[in-house]
């Protein structure tokens, strides 16, 4: 199984401060990436396919990245971005996710 | 509005058995492919498995820990996907979350998720 992770596990940061969650394949997966976000106590929720942000997503949140190290940036830290986000490839069955990056409110 | 709503959850005891719901709704659910993904504190994310739409087979697929154990199943007349979980470990503790598995130029993604269920495996 490829495996996927994320660095930091988590962060402390300030509203508007810039953050970047970093994600590594194990072998490389193209662009075959997605990010979740997840809330305390709900489902996660999709926010980023490739380089296609989902829709309603804010566009303060951006995705690059390709082969095996991924990045999403959240451009201005919003109070409502205070949660954990996933990564997750689709270039190799099964489809495996990241540990997860928890951000925080420093 | 896309909705997926699990139910069935609880507690069994190591070798029991239970089956999961989907109510799924907002979608034409027959065309679809739906996954099953677990979430525990310790191993965060799992694919569980995979139903493709009739239309493409029915076919299912397991993760290595599950396999033989799980199976998944849908009725498209009710539009309810189900998880059978037979020979229950500790370690299969877990939310179960059931998705709606999308593909997109090669790239299959959970495009949305219930409210997850809870399955506790202890004696």
């Known amino acids: 199984d490829i495996q996927m992770t994320q660095s930091p596990p988590s962060v402390s940061a300030s509203i508007g401060d810039r953050v970047t969650i970093t994600c590594r394949a194990s072998?490389?997966?193209?662009?075959?990436l997605a990010w979740y976000q997840q809330k305390s106590g709900k489902a996660p929720v999709l926010i980023y396919v490739?380089?296609s942000l989902q829709s309603g997503v804010p566009s303060r949140f951006s995705g690059s990245g390709s082969g095996t190290d991924f990045t999403l940036t959240i451009s201005s830290l919003q109070p409502e971005d205070f949660a954990t986000y996933y990564c997750?490839?689709?270039?190799?069955?099964?489809?495996?996710f990241g540990q997860g990056t928890k951000v925080e409110i420093k | 509005e896309v909705q997926l709503v699990e139910s069935g959850g609880g507690l069994v005891k190591p070798g029991g058995s239970l089956r999961l719901s989907c109510a799924a709704s907002?979608?034409?659910?027959?065309?679809?492919?739906m996954s099953w993904v677990r979430q525990t504190p310790g191993k965060g994310l799992e694919w569980v498995g995979r139903?493709?739409?009739?239309?493409?087979?029915?076919?299912?697929d397991y993760a290595a820990p599950v396999e033989g154990r799980f199976t998944i199943s849908r009725d498209d007349s009710k539009n309810t996907l189900y998880l059978q979980m037979d020979s229950l470990k500790t370690e299969d503790t877990a939310v179960y979350y059931c998705?709606?598995?999308?593909?997109?130029?090669?790239?299959?993604?959970?495009?949305?998720w219930g409210q997850g269920t809870l399955l506790t495996v202890s004696s």
């Open positions: 998705t709606w598995l999308r593909s997109h130029a090669g790239r299959n993604f959970f495009d949305n």
């Open positions: 907002g979608f034409t659910f027959i065309d679809a492919w």
């Open positions: 139903i493709k739409s009739k239309v493409n087979g029915g076919t299912t």
């Open positions: 072998q490389g997966i193209g662009d075959r």
């Open positions: 490739a380089s």
């Open positions: 997750q490839q689709s270039e190799s069955f099964p489809q495996t």
